[in-house]
T-cell receptor, first 111, second 114 residues
Framework: EDQVTQSPEALRLQEGESSSLNCSYT??????LFWYRQDPGKGPEFLFT???AGEEKEKERLKATLTKKESFLHITAPKPEDSATYLC????????????FGAGTRLTVKP | DAGVIQSPRHEVTEMGQEVTLRCKPI?????LFWYRQTMMRGLELLIY????????DSGMPEDRFSAKMPNASFSTLKIQPSEPRDSAVYFC????????????FGPGTRLLVL
């Protein structure tokens, strides 16, 4: 069965303090790994899709990387507005289009 | 594009009542997903449609839950009768069969069953 585990559950950073979030996955043939950001009271907002080991994608202070077993979301010099829950999801090549989500990492960035 | 539209945004009802949640997907998207999010279980897929046809409803918790997609621009998720344990945030998402297969989420419906 496909599994997605995110760590840590919660992370508190000072503004400017860089760190990484982890997403470990087990899937029978990865079609894609997705990162979403979710603000309180809102729906998940798409950030990145990664398809193969070694791939990297960047957006502002965020960079996502992928290996055969895990993905990292690196946050460089975060700002308070980066505070949110970050969700990781995997899509297996055997499925039509559904995704399995991890529990998320709740990030708080203090000014 | 307006994005995925869901209504109502908030629903408070009493146990035993029927609840209907509505979703309008992004125009041109041929996949539609219904999710439920709770603190305990996170984001769970309930059912998804492709070209208005239900593909996988294995995540639907019980027969009290049903979903329909009568056309490409509208879907409903119905709970009858509702129970307190159905209290959660229900999200609708849409996507395409080509390209990245990214799913785009609506703002959700926060349901409270008393």
């Amino acid at each position: 069965e496909d599994q997605v585990t995110q760590s840590p559950e919660a992370l508190r950073l000072q503004e400017g303090e860089s760190s990484s979030l982890n997403c470990s996955y087990t899937v029978s043939g990865l079609r894609g790994l997705f990162w979403y950001r979710q603000d309180p009271g809102k729906g998940p907002e798409f950030l990145f899709t990664l398809y193969s080991a070694g791939e990297e994608k960047e957006k502002e202070r965020l960079k996502a990387t992928l290996t055969k077993k895990e993905s990292f979301l690196h946050i460089t010099a975060p700002k308070p507005e980066d505070s949110a829950t970050y969700l990781c999801a995997v899509q297996a090549s055997s499925n039509n289009n559904d995704m399995r989500f991890g529990a998320g990492t709740r990030l708080t960035v203090k000014p | 594009d307006a994005g995925v539209i869901q209504s109502p945004r908030h629903e408070v009802t009493e146990m035993g009542q029927e609840v209907t949640l509505r979703c309008k997907p992004i125009s041109g998207h041929d996949y539609l997903f219904w999710y439920r999010q709770t603190m305990m279980r996170g984001l769970e897929l309930l059912i998804y449609f492709n070209n208005n046809v239900p593909i996988d409803d294995s995540g639907m918790p019980e027969d009290r839950f049903s979903a329909k997609m009568p056309n490409a621009s509208f879907s409903t998720l119905k709970i009858q009768p509702s129970e307190p344990r159905d209290s959660a945030v229900y999200f609708c998402a849409s996507g395409t069969s080509g390209g990245s297969r990214t799913q785009y989420f609506g703002p959700g419906t926060r349901l409270l069953v008393l």
